[in-house]
T-cell receptor, first 109, second 114 residues
Framework: DAKTTQPNSMESNEEEPVHLPCNHS???????IHWYRQLPSQGPEYVIHGLTSNVNNRMASLAIAEDRKSSTLILHRATLRDAAVYYCIPSSRDYKLSFGAGTTVTVRA | DTEVTQTPKHLVMGMTNKKSLKCEQH?????MYWYKQKAKKPPELMFVYSYEKLSINESVPSRFSPECPNSSLLNLHLHALQPEDSALYLCASSQLLATNEKLFFGSGTQLSVL
């Protein structure tokens, strides 16, 4: 399985963009990059996933480096409801979605 | 309906008790998952079912016994648990067991073993 490195924590001001980096230098060519987040006292929530090209949805954008060794999740305008732990998870051929430590995002009002 | 429902939300049990956790989804998903999450830690995969058959068992102790009686329902039977098994137990489902599928999670059952 590909290993990931994410910062332990990040802080942002409300209504400002948040860029969450993830390093996955051992990712294989067919592994998707998934992002989930977990708000306090809730189960994880799907955010976005992609393979090679950048992806956008109503929640966020995912920018994937050309060599696929890193990616960045972009929250365009952070709100207080975006305060959560964000997990970057490469898929694996054995279909196990394995969570790492993640990045705790704090949003200041 | 994009919901995964877990019951009960909270459970307290003694080490000699037998209890079951229940998970239900009505999205037509054919893959279902159990995760365990200790406080301040990431979720850890326990079991995966695909088309009601056990596909992945992450070397979980036999005191945890999963069951998938139909495509909508997933149970986790608990017997002779230890205090260190106290955790949040999360259920999830996905359309299929595939690398590009997104998982839908329930809110979990908070289990305390006394």
């Amino acid at each position: 399985d590909a290993k990931t490195t994410q910062p332990n924590s990040m802080e942002s001001n409300e209504e400002e963009p948040v860029h969450l980096p993830c390093n996955h230098s051992t990712i294989s060519g067919t592994d998707y990059i998934h992002w989930y987040r977990q708000l306090p006292s809730q189960g994880p929530e799907y955010v976005i996933h992609g393979l090679t090209s950048n992806v956008n949805n109503r929640m966020a954008s995912l920018a994937i480096a050309e060599d696929r060794k890193s990616s960045t999740l972009i929250l365009h305008r952070a709100t207080l409801r975006d305060a959560a732990v964000y997990y970057c998870i490469p898929s694996s051929r054995d279909y196990k979605l394995s969570f790492g430590a993640g990045t705790t995002v704090t949003v200041r009002a | 309906d994009t919901e995964v429902t877990q019951t009960p939300k909270h459970l307290v049990m003694g080490m000699t008790n037998k209890k079951s956790l229940k998970c239900e989804q009505h999205m037509g998903h054919r893959a279902m998952y159990w995760y365990k999450q200790k406080a301040k830690k990431p979720p850890e995969l326990m079991f995966v079912y695909s088309y009601e058959k056990l596909s992945i068992n992450e070397s979980v102790p036999s005191r945890f016994s999963p069951e998938c009686p139909n495509s909508s329902l997933l149970n986790l039977h608990l017997h002779a648990l230890q205090p260190e098994d106290s955790a949040l137990y999360l259920c999830a489902s996905s359309q299929l067991l595939a690398t590009n599928e997104k998982l839908f999670f329930g809110s979990g059952t908070q289990l305390s073993v006394l």
